[in-house]
């Protein structure tokens, strides 16, 4: 199909493990932006990406999450020595405008990340 | 703490009947959007609406902007299963920042 895709759909993994999580974007679209969404809460700005950079990853939580992107496609986040605390559904969305507000984002299924 | 609040948290409701879910904050947004979001999918983006005071409406739901741009209603006339989902709304405030989400639940 042409919409987000994310991948896995599902993680478990252990404590302290790494995992890493990635999205395809809309083709052509230019801005990219992860969130994460915890059961009773709403999205969490993670960063955005604009081309290959990313102007804001302020809301990355900690040191043990980090993003790229390339060639203006594909995107992956890792998260290091994972914690129980990062259980939840990472989503992804691109939008064909760059700027991480106002514009209309097309979301991905999410990844449901489990970590025991 | 949200930026956002929303209001009600859940709603069930019997097939036919009218909802109204709230969305405050008390900064002012230069635009605002609404997504539903069904299981084990993201966000679908449903309208934005930029304009203080301004209405839009989509079938059978009316969305309205408050004046000072700080807060917005979603109406849902004659409501129907397929309506069932999360509705989250989204403020523009130098990054888009969601609330919690309504959870609505319609009853055949």
């Known amino acids: 199909g042409a919409g987000v895709s994310q991948s896995p759909s599902n993680k478990v993994t252990e404590k302290g493990k790494d995992v890493e999580l990635r999205c395809d974007p809309i083709s052509g679209h230019t801005a990219l932006y992860w969130y994460r969404q915890s059961l009773g809460q709403g999205l969490e700005f993670l960063i955005y990406?604009?081309?290959?950079?990313?102007?804001?990853k302020s809301g990355l939580p900690s040191d043990r999450f980090s993003a790229e992107r390339t060639g203006g496609s594909v995107s992956t986040l890792t998260i290091q020595r994972t914690q129980q605390e990062d259980s939840a559904v990472y989503l992804c969305a691109s939008s064909y405008l760059s700027g991480p507000e106002c514009y209309e984002q097309y979301f991905g299924p999410g990844t449901r990340l489990t970590v025991t | 703490t949200q930026l956002l609040e929303q209001s009600p948290q859940f709603l069930s409701i019997q097939e036919g009947e009218n909802l109204t879910v709230y969305c405050n904050s008390s900064?002012?947004?230069?635009?605002l959007q609404w997504y539903r979001q069904e299981p084990g999918e993201g966000p679908v983006l449903l309208v934005t609406?930029?304009?203080?005071?301004e209405v839009k409406k989509l079938k059978r739901l009316t969305f309205q902007f408050g004046d000072a741009r700080k807060d917005s209603s979603l109406h849902i006339t004659a409501a129907q299963p397929g309506d069932t989902g999360l509705y989250l709304c989204?403020?523009?405030?130098?990054?888009?920042?969601f609330g919690a989400g309504t959870t609505v639940t319609v009853r055949a």
């Open positions: 609406v930029v304009t203080g005071g």
């Open positions: 989204a403020g523009a405030w130098g990054r888009l920042s």
């Open positions: 900064s002012v947004f230069s635009s």
């Open positions: 990406f604009q081309g290959n950079s990313a102007p804001d």
